[in-house]
Nanobody, 120 residues
Framework: QVQVVESGGGLVQAGGSTRLSCAVS????????MAWYHQIAGKGRELVAT???????NYADSVKGRFTISRDNVKNTMYLQMNNLKLEDTGVYYC??????????????WGQGTLVTVSS
């Protein structure tokens, strides 16, 4: 019943910008922490940025100063503003949401991922 869906992926030139969205739908009691992960082909998922329920944020060193994570708790949506994109940013970005579904217990949910391709 709970769905976590990313959007905003696509082809972008190096140095350009894009914004990813992660929308949580379904009946939710509350959302705790959320995060964005990056997966390069042939490798595991790496943490890009986290945003806590209280609004605190953390970023991987590779994206500091370029990416900004945010969330809208009314819309149950998280965003990742990606600026000054580099070739190494290419990959699939996954949304992570630690939430409490209605009638259920707290657990982690993952989106299906959205592909960002940075070209030169």
């Amino acid at each position: 019943q709970v769905q976590v869906v990313e959007s905003g992926g696509g082809l972008v030139q190096a140095g350009g910008s894009t914004r990813l969205s992660c929308a949580v739908s379904g009946t939710i009691v509350g959302i705790k922490d959320m995060a964005w992960y990056h997966q390069i082909a042939g490798k595991g998922r790496e943490l890009v940025a986290t945003i806590l329920s209280g609004g605190g944020t953390n970023y991987a060193d590779s994206v500091k100063g370029r990416f900004t994570i945010s969330r809208d708790n009314v819309k149950n949506t998280m965003y990742l503003q990606m600026n000054n994109l580099k070739l190494e940013d290419t990959g699939v970005y996954y949304c992570y949401a630690d939430l409490i579904p209605a009638g259920g217990t707290r657990r982690a949910y993952w989106g299906q991922g959205t592909l960002v391709t940075v070209s030169s």
